[in-house]
């Protein structure tokens, strides 16, 4: 009976936890869906302004920091291909390093 | 006549159009294939492609349409009597905007999700989509001007609204910090929300702010409306996540409780409408209900707006072809049902035929003021919350629809100025401050140079207002037309509603341009002339495009 009872409780407690989320997810959805795109494109316009600060130096611009963003230049590698060709350049811009 | 009679006939009536004409329109007519691969698959990149759940895109379609024209608009058409109001909005739902907006997310999808814009150029071609920037923007303008009007006289009628307004600005700016810096969850945020907003509407009728009449040479309505464009300027400016998304979910979730709150307070008192059925005795200098009735009334019974979401996010999140008639259709339902709201509150919610002429002692009078009093009369009656409160509730609604309306409206002007400055090479223009300044200028303009200095007068571009969004509307519907003739299937059920619309709105400009012509509004008329030579260009667009689709057709078939 006991048992019953607890396992009845268990249930109840489950049911509300799927509803719980259920209702997080149509919540954080209703939230985000429609500005999504408004903000990645914010997002992505930082990430470019911070390409440009990191890869500068090579490019010619003088960079006080460039001791510090040559750090990072291996880490945003990966996103240089993309970022040069969102900004009109079909190929790689350095001469030295190739990415297409 | 009982209040829930007419509530049952029109619910029933939209249940039925969903149920049965979007049914046949899904399947003979747009053909949607649950098999067709959707932009948001081919497309999928997590930003603007996302595959979403339908009962969510139809949220976020359903709230972005809605605002305060499905209320302005059936609130100020009701001084014809509730009948011609009742039918436009019913009918128009059915037959017009459900086909329109479903049509505009099916030619979008179909189309790799481009705007409407983009696919006037594509289908129609390149004269089409110039017509259709110029539409646009004729359409933000009036949307701003009219709405700066709209909220500026509500603050004025309703001072106990001004702090739940204001108040919910502080809201939105303290959940989107919330949110943004994940300190709570949403659902935990969102309860908390909905509390401050509606604490602060119950504590709005104890702390009235009355703007005085005049302030240092200028009207109260004026000074509110400076405000109003300064707050949108700078609104418009900021990230969207601080205000804009937040403020919007607000709003979504203050759309559906108001709605709930109105339906339950009309099912609860079961008010009888106690305006005339068809109102014989109409104050002098009304227009006569034909062609005026069907611009009076865009929004809840078809609009050109609804196109630029369907074709412009909507279609892009669309999982299912499918799911075009729901969230399309569907949604166009939910506006239908707004407007009968308002109907029902600003025909049924006055104690006398006397009250009520009063109210509607003019044309263009009445509107929102009507809406907000006669729900305020109904909830009530029907709910027991004291009136002041209801009647603050309402207004809060209505003036934060327009208020979000205003700020994304602002935001589109804005991009547009941007644009033509990197079309003719205007650099200045280009940059967000000066472009913002030139979309508040041109607004301005237009909400003071309708109606006077005090610019109470810009609800006078209601109706013109009402025919560049039905023009919009044309043009969607001459795309979808078109693509139906090209895929050789029935035609009649876009091109009907789109004769129909043209019909009318030619004849209501020709009929505004005789009155702004006699009241020598010369400003006005001009503006009317713009969007008249719109009118027919579209029209001539329409036939030559169909004349020239059948005979390639035909040449096809021998």
């Known amino acids: 009976m006991h048992e019953d009872g607890h396992d009845s409780g268990k249930a109840t407690l489950s049911t509300w936890q799927a509803w719980l989320r259920q209702a997080r997810f149509?919540?954080?959805?209703?939230?985000?869906?429609?500005?999504?795109?408004a903000i990645a494109r914010a997002r992505r316009d930082e990430d470019d302004l911070f390409m440009l600060m990191v890869f500068s130096e090579v490019m010619g611009v003088p960079n006080p920091a460039s001791y510090y963003t040559l750090e990072l230049q291996p880490l945003m590698l990966e996103r240089f291909h993309d970022w040069h060709r969102r900004m009109g350049m079909e190929r790689s811009p350095l001469d030295h390093f190739t990415c297409c | 006549?009982?209040?829930?009679?007419?509530?049952?006939?029109?619910?029933?009536?939209?249940?039925?159009?969903?149920?049965?004409?979007?049914?046949?329109?899904?399947?003979?007519?747009?053909?949607?294939?649950?098999?067709?691969?959707?932009?948001?698959?081919?497309?999928?990149?997590?930003?603007?492609?996302?595959?979403?759940?339908?009962?969510?895109?139809?949220?976020?379609?359903?709230?972005?349409?809605?605002?305060?024209?499905?209320?302005?608009?059936?609130?100020?058409?009701?001084?014809?009597?509730?009948?011609?109001a009742f039918l436009w909005v019913i009918l128009g739902t059915i037959f017009f905007a459900g086909v329109h907006d479903a049509g505009a997310i099916w030619a979008s999808v179909r189309n790799k999700a481009r705007s409407v814009g983009a696919l006037t150029g594509d289908v129609v071609g390149k004269r089409a989509r110039s017509l259709f920037m110029v539409v646009i923007f004729l359409v933000l303008l009036m949307v701003n001007a009219v709405f700066a009007v709209v909220i500026s006289r509500l603050m004025m009628d309703f001072s106990s609204a001004v702090v739940p307004v204001w108040g919910a600005i502080l809201v939105a700016l303290v959940i989107g910090q919330l949110i943004y810096r994940r300190m709570l969850s949403l659902p935990v945020v969102s309860i908390l929300g909905v509390v401050a907003l509606y604490g602060l509407i119950f504590m709005g009728p104890s702390v009235p702010i009355q703007m005085p009449e005049s302030v240092g040479g200028m009207s109260g309505n004026a000074i509110w409306i400076l405000i109003l464009f300064g707050y949108a300027a700078i609104a418009s400016l900021l990230p969207v996540w601080v205000l804009l998304q937040p403020r919007d979910y607000i709003n979504g979730l203050q759309l559906f409780i108001g709605l709930l709150v109105l339906y339950g307070a009309i099912v609860l008192l079961n008010p009888t409408m106690v305006a005339p059925m068809v109102n014989d005795n109409v104050p002098e200098g009304t227009p006569s209900l034909i062609p005026l009735l069907f611009v009076t009334i865009a929004c809840g019974a078809i609009s050109g707006f609804h196109g630029l979401v369907a074709s412009g996010t909507t279609s892009k999140q669309l999982d299912k072809e499918t799911h075009a008639r729901f969230v399309g259709y569907f949604g166009a339902v939910g506006e239908g049902a707004l407007a009968l709201a308002a109907i029902l509150a600003a025909t049924a919610g006055f104690a006398s035929l006397g009250d009520w002429q009063a109210m509607y002692a003019g044309f263009g009078q009445g509107g929102v003021t009507a809406f907000v009093e006669g729900g305020a009369f109904i909830i009530h009656n029907g709910l027991g919350l004291p009136e002041a409160t209801a009647a603050t509730l309402l207004t809060v609604m209505a003036a934060l629809f327009a208020g979000t309306t205003m700020d994304t409206g602002l935001r589109l002007q804005r991009y547009i100025f941007q644009e033509w400055g990197m079309i003719y090479g205007i650099g200045w223009m280009q940059k967000g401050a000066p472009a913002t300044l030139l979309a508040v200028g041109t607004c301005l303009l237009l909400a003071f140079g309708a109606g006077g200095a005090d610019g109470s007068g810009g609800m006078i571009i209601w109706p013109l207002f009402g025919t560049t969004n039905q023009l919009l509307a044309g043009l969607t519907l001459l795309v979808v037309t078109v693509m139906l003739v090209r895929l050789k299937r029935p035609m009649w059920y876009t091109l009907a509603p789109l004769c129909f619309l043209l019909?009318?709105?030619?004849?209501?400009?020709?009929?505004?341009?005789?009155?702004?012509?006699?009241?020598?509004?010369?400003?006005?008329?001009?503006?009317?002339?713009?969007?008249l030579v719109a009118a027919i260009l579209v029209a001539l667009e329409c036939a030559a495009t169909l004349k020239q689709q059948r005979r390639t057709a035909a040449r096809q078939q021998e």
Request: proline content about 6%; charged content about 15%.
């Open chain 1, 26 to 37: 149509f919540a954080e959805e209703a939230y985000s869906a429609r500005y999504r795109g």
């Open chain 2, 1 to 84: 006549m009982s209040a829930i009679v007419l509530l049952v006939i029109g619910l029933g009536g939209m249940a039925l159009g969903y149920f049965v004409y979007s049914k046949l329109i899904a399947e003979r007519i747009y053909r949607l294939d649950p098999r067709f691969k959707t932009p948001a698959h081919e497309f999928e990149d997590g930003v603007d492609f996302v595959p979403t759940n339908p009962f969510v895109l139809w949220g976020h379609h359903f709230t972005s349409v809605a605002g305060a024209a499905p209320i302005v608009g059936p609130a100020i058409a009701v001084i014809w009597g509730w009948l011609p």
């Open chain 2, 503 to 531: 019909v009318m709105t030619v004849a209501a400009l020709l009929t505004q341009l005789r009155s702004f012509y006699n009241e020598g509004n010369y400003f006005l008329l001009f503006l009317d002339l713009v969007v």
